[in-house]
């Protein structure tokens, strides 16, 4: 059993998750950001690293089990252009996206099939 623990920020509203980490400089490796998109009525939903100073693993998540992972997602040169940003998706329908630093789900063995909960 892993006992991993984050402090995590909750965005369940459209206009959180659109603000995510955005202009944020760093989490700490104890921080994370948690995406509940349970009345979003998207499965599969695309994010983008706009605005953000810091790379991210993405962990992909349904019913809290984790069914993708994203790792080292990069935070763009500050001149790219909007339509130049890659969007990130996962490989299956999903419930709720945990973000977290670059290197974390390495470094804390996470891996397709385990589970998460809040």
């Keep these: 059993v892993k ?5 995590v920020e909750i965005m369940d509203t459209q ?19 948690l995406f509940d998109l349970r009345t979003s009525n998207v499965a599969r939903p695309e994010f ?8 991210l693993d ?6 809290g089990s984790v069914v993708d992972i994203t790792k080292n997602a990069l935070a763009p040169k500050a001149d790219t252009k909007l339509n130049e940003l890659p969007l990130y998706k996962p490989n299956s329908d999903i419930d709720m996206v945990l973000e ?3 290197g974390w789900t390495d470094k804390n063995n996470i891996r397709i099939g385990d ?3 809040y």
């Design 15 to 33: 206009e959180k998750r659109e603000q995510g980490l955005s202009n944020r400089t760093n989490l700490t490796d104890a921080q994370g950001m």
């Design 48 to 55: 983008w690293m706009k605005d953000m100073l810091f790379n």
């Design 100 to 102: 977290v630093n670059s």
């Design 3 to 7: 006992n991993n623990f984050l402090f």
């Design 58 to 63: 993405l962990i992909w998540m349904k019913d």
């Design 115 to 117: 589970q998460l909960t």
